[in-house]
């Protein structure tokens, strides 16, 4: 199994609060992926890196900021979490030599926010 | 746009039946790569197979094996010999432009029965 590991795995947060979620790998990849997870939408990209401190937006990036300061921890960051971003994150990993290398994923973290 | 289409919300099947899970992609670009991934109950995001938009053989693995129509744009998932196991939620994905980053469908939920 590809060395991924998220933190937390479950998190309640009040609506308004700071929240940041951490992906941490073993493998070396380039690049890492937050993705969230949402019934009837399938996963969505938040945000990508391609690199230490080389980071782009994804399809439903507002409202999330990332950081990169290693190559092995991505960052996702609510500043002020909203109900709607409740929902299941995942990061994902790929050495991304090519378009045919895959994606492999962490646990996921669940995010209640109240 | 990049955008996957999975129009099979729920499909059931007999234990050691084969089933195809349906999955149609929209592009304008000429390389791209097509995922299939399992979500178990569990919620670990599983990698099956890869198909490449230039590979003109059908990928397969075990008993996964992915029926690649480029003029149709479909990308089925055939499972062959469905076990208890292979239920689950399943997703297309494919890449869109560089870094890897993923377009999944909505996904279907298989159900293997006795």
């Known amino acids: 199994d590809a060395g991924i590991t998220q933190s937390p795995r479950h998190k309640v947060t009040e609506t308004g609060t700071p929240v940041t979620l951490r992906c941490h790998q073993t493998?070396?990849?380039?690049?890492m992926y937050w993705y969230r997870q949402d019934p009837g939408h399938g996963l969505r990209l938040i945000h990508y890196s391609y690199g230490v401190k080389d980071t782009d937006k994804g399809e439903v990036s507002d409202g999330y900021s990332v950081s990169r300061s290693k190559t092995e921890d991505f960052l996702l960051t609510l500043e002020s979490a909203t109900s709607s971003q409740t929902s299941v994150y995942f990061c994902a990993i790929s050495d991304g030599r090519d378009e045919n290398a895959e994606a492999f994923f962490g646990q996921g973290t669940r995010l209640t926010v109240v | 746009a990049q955008k996957i289409t999975q129009t099979q919300p729920g499909m059931f099947v007999q234990e050691k039946e084969a089933v195809t899970l349906d999955c149609t992609y929209d592009t304008s670009d000429q390389s791209y790569g097509l995922f299939w991934y399992k979500q178990p109950s569990s919620g670990e995001m599983i990698f099956l197979i890869y198909q490449g938009s230039y590979d003109e053989q059908n990928a397969t693995e075990g008993r996964y094996s992915l029926n690649f129509q480029k003029a149709r744009k479909s990308a089925n998932l055939v499972i062959s010999a469905s076990q208890l196991g292979d239920s689950a939620m399943y997703f297309c994905a494919m890449t869109q432009g560089g870094g890897n980053k993923l377009t999944f469908g909505t996904g279907t939920q298989l159900k293997v029965e006795l």
């Open positions: 493998e070396n990849h380039r690049y």
